[in-house]
């Protein structure tokens, strides 16, 4: 069982930033594809930004191009994702998840998963 775990997560104004990390000690996030994904109550789970492998390539959901940032840094093993001028149905908990193989945007591709941060943003 791999141990992802995401921090940042928090309640901000709309307009606000938060800036998301995700580390693991037992998956070496170079090797695999990453992505962030949001799940709001009563919704399915839904891909927000991802990295390909090694950094290939970034790719982000239409709602949050240009608000929001994916990165990696591959030393430290820990995925970021910047989130600039917050909106209130932003709010979810997120989750950093990995996959091998080909890079996708499905949820049901990624084998490892952390436990969430919840993002919280006021009107």
């Known amino acids: 069982q791999a141990h992802m775990v995401e921090s940042g997560g928090g309640l901000v104004q709309a307009g606000d930033s938060l800036r998301l990390s995700c580390t693991a000690s037992?998956?070496?996030?170079?090797?695999?594809?990453m992505g962030w994904f949001s799940q709001a109550p009563g919704k399915e789970r839904a891909f927000v930004a991802g990295i390909a492998r090694a950094g290939e390539n970034t790719h982000y959901a239409d709602s949050v191009k240009e608000r929001f940032t994916v990165s990696a840094d591959y030393a430290a093993n820990t995925l970021y994702l910047e989130m600039t001028n917050l909106k209130p149905e932003d709010s979810a908990v997120y989750y950093c998840a990995a996959r091998d193989g080909y890079w996708g945007t499905n949820a049901k591709w990624y084998g490892y998963w952390g436990r969430g941060t919840q993002v919280t943003v006021s009107s």
């Open positions: 037992d998956v070496p996030f170079s090797q695999y594809h």
